[in-house]
């Protein structure tokens, strides 16, 4: 086991509202290449309480096995009542895409009947257009992954952003879509471990889901940096919707390589030594030298970014947001140097920062409370509790 712990008390979100109901309990997982994430949420009268949190490895198990030594951690009086799932990276795909529509014979106002049969014609398109895309990005055949959704995030007319299509003209439409789709192979794990132990609500959130919940509120438009074991999610948030949703080929598991491969460490006794890194509870000479390792390794990612936020061809948002796997980035502003960020068309001078999950709850008593390790596992339950 890499990570464990037990109960903690929070007496409330301070960010997110909802009302509570006793006894609900959520379970977030997060399925990876290398681990599965798990965090167990109890949502009572008095507050929110995290009944169980930690990591399992899954190198040496099956997912099912996995799931089942997670179960037998979490407080047996505890009945899960919804499961919330989210998948790494090559496992559960989100894309944005524009679509647009010629305007169709004269000028006219749309109906409400006209515009759901354009909305149903778009959606439609965007499956296919998105499957199509998905093959030649990954060379996987449409049947291994399913569609788990597509929608609507921006609608426009003749370039102007309007909230619903019907009482408009009818001139070019242009929309903005999300699409995510999973790879079944690993989806199945979990539904068998969800029907085992009779949890009815179960549902797939996408990283992307989740945020889109998360940045609603004021002052959260910006660049989200997810990273997980061997890649790392790019989503841009700017008026409200994902303008951009990209990935680049480099992870944590690229600095563990890396650290095993300059110290002659085992994995195991990198992560620690990582994740002490990251505490600041090595001394000052260790932690100069654990920087001075692993600056040329983090420039090589902060270029990656760099590249892959060009291809939005965007003016982008000011802050800059990093959570998941890392921990190893403590110094954040060595992950665009040398190479300044003048270079990158900022609307204004970015500001690089954790994720913590003390930022998308107000937690009191949790130890894992300003480690972003633990921030995307509570997106996945903010999202379920603020939904209730």
């Not at 009268?45 to 979490?74: C, M, N, W």
């Not at 940045?215 to 061997?230: D, F, S």
């Not at 085992?266 to 100069?288: A, H, K, M, P």
Request: charged share 25%; glycine share 6%; aromatic share 10%.
């Amino acid at each position: 086991m890499l990570r464990l712990g037990v109960e903690f008390s929070n007496m409330g979100f301070g960010f997110l509202s909802f009302a509570p109901k006793k006894g609900n309990n959520v379970l977030a997982l997060r399925v990876g290449e290398r681990e599965v994430d798990f965090l167990l949420f109890k949502n009572t009268s008095e507050g929110i309480r995290v009944l169980a949190y930690g990591s399992e490895e899954t190198l040496h198990f099956h997912i099912r096995q996995v799931l089942e030594k997670i179960f037998a951690q979490l407080p047996q009086k505890e009945r899960i009542h919804e499961l919330r799932v989210t998948f790494e990276t090559n496992s559960f795909r989100a894309q944005v895409i524009t679509l647009t529509l010629p305007p169709k014979g004269h000028s006219h106002i749309i109906d409400s009947g006209e515009a759901r049969s354009i909305e149903r014609e778009i959606l439609s398109r965007a499956a296919r257009t998105l499957q199509n895309t998905l093959f030649r990005e990954s060379g996987i055949l449409p049947n291994a992954f399913s569609l788990r959704r597509v929608k609507i995030l921006e609608r426009s007319i003749a370039g102007y952003p309007v909230s619903k299509l019907a009482g408009s003209m009818s001139r070019e439409l242009e929309f903005s879509l999300l699409g995510m789709f999973l790879l079944e192979s690993s989806f199945l794990p979990v539904e068998e471990f969800a029907r085992a132990h009779r949890i009815a609500d179960m549902s797939v959130l996408h990283i992307a889901e989740a945020l889109e919940s998360f940045v609603r509120k004021p002052e959260r438009e910006g660049i989200y940096l997810c990273i997980e074991e061997e890649k790392t999610q790019i989503a841009v948030q700017m008026r409200d919707r994902f303008a951009f949703l990209g990935t680049v080929s480099m992870g944590a598991h690229n600095f563990t390589e890396f650290f095993a491969d300059r110290l002659g460490m085992r994995e195991s006794t990198v992560r620690v030594f990582q994740q002490q890194y990251f505490e600041n509870s090595l001394s000052v000479g260790v932690q100069e030298k654990m920087q001075t390792y692993l600056l040329p390794e983090i420039q090589k990612f902060g270029t990656l970014i760099k590249q892959k936020l060009l291809e939005a061809k965007i003016v982008l948002p000011g802050s800059l947001w990093v959570f998941g796997r890392g921990g190893v980035l403590r110094n954040l502003q060595s992950l665009f140097a040398p190479a300044p960020l003048d270079d990158l068309p900022f609307a204004q001078k970015p500001r690089i920062r954790f994720l913590l999950p003390e930022d998308v709850l107000e937690v009191k008593n949790f130890p894992g409370a300003r480690d972003p390790f633990y921030t995307e596992l509570c997106l996945l339950g903010a999202f379920a509790l603020n939904r209730r």
